[in-house]
């Protein structure tokens, strides 16, 4: 089976950097996917880690570390749009379809 | 590119109804999923397809069909709707290559069951 974990809320203001951590259990992991979602909106993805390492694009980052089963997103320069809901997730090897979804953040961006 | 289209985007049933979620990409992806989310939840996987004419249960099958009859279409069928099944239904599907993993989701139907 598999289960993902990562904190319900982060709240920060404008300007600032945010990470949102994703613990997973997996029985075969190819790698870790992240996606944001705005309220009332679908869920676009964001980022992929199948290696170890940090993967940047533009404001947003994210990290992996396969020994650790552990990764983050990291959202920096924050800005008023980033007020959204974001989701670690990976794919069953055994399933090759499936990806699961970890519960969600909610990153709240004050000004 | 329409990407991933859902009809209806809006649905009210009542309980013990049937109905069909239509799902269609023009990508060409092989891999195609239903979710279903609840209020303040995150997604959780119906059913899935690996190729037309495959399938397989997710977490949450019960009280859904689905089939597979050709690579753009995967239609989500409620046998008899209840208010448990009341929620935002996204369907989606995904591409593999090149060392990238991209799910592509529709829009989403939202379904309310009284």
């Known amino acids: 089976g598999q289960s993902l974990e990562q904190p319900s809320e982060v709240t920060a203001v404008e300007g600032a950097i945010v990470q949102i951590n994703c613990t997973y259990q997996?029985?075969?992991?190819?790698?870790l996917s992240w996606y944001q979602q705005h309220d009332g909106g679908a869920p676009t993805f964001l980022s992929y880690?199948?290696?170890?390492g940090l993967e940047e694009t533009g404001r947003f980052s994210s990290f992996l570390s396969r020994s650790d089963s552990y990764g983050y997103l990291l959202l920096q320069e924050l800005q008023m749009k980033d007020s959204a809901s974001y989701f670690c997730?990976?794919?069953?090897?055994?399933?090759?379809?499936?990806?699961?979804f970890g519960a969600g953040t909610q990153v709240v961006v004050t000004p | 590119n329409a990407g991933v289209t859902q009809t209806p985007k809006f649905q009210v049933l009542k309980t013990g109804q049937s109905m069909t979620l239509q799902c269609a990409q023009d990508m060409n992806h092989e891999y195609m999923s239903w979710y279903r989310q609840d209020p303040g939840m995150g997604l959780r996987l119906i059913h899935y397809?690996?190729?037309?004419?495959?399938?397989d249960q997710g977490e949450v099958p019960n009280g859904y069909n689905v089939s597979r009859s050709t690579t753009e279409d995967f239609p989500l069928r409620l046998l008899s709707a209840a208010p448990s099944q009341t929620s935002v239904y996204f369907c989606?599907?995904?591409?593999?290559?090149?060392?990238?993993?991209?799910?592509?989701f529709g829009p989403g139907t939202r379904l309310t069951v009284l």
């Open positions: 397809s690996v190729g037309a004419g495959i399938t």
């Open positions: 880690n199948a290696l170890d």
């Open positions: 989606a599907s995904s591409i593999h290559e090149g060392g990238t993993d991209t799910q592509y």
């Open positions: 997730a990976v794919r069953d090897l055994d399933s090759w379809g499936k990806l699961q």
């Open positions: 997996t029985s075969g992991f190819y790698g």
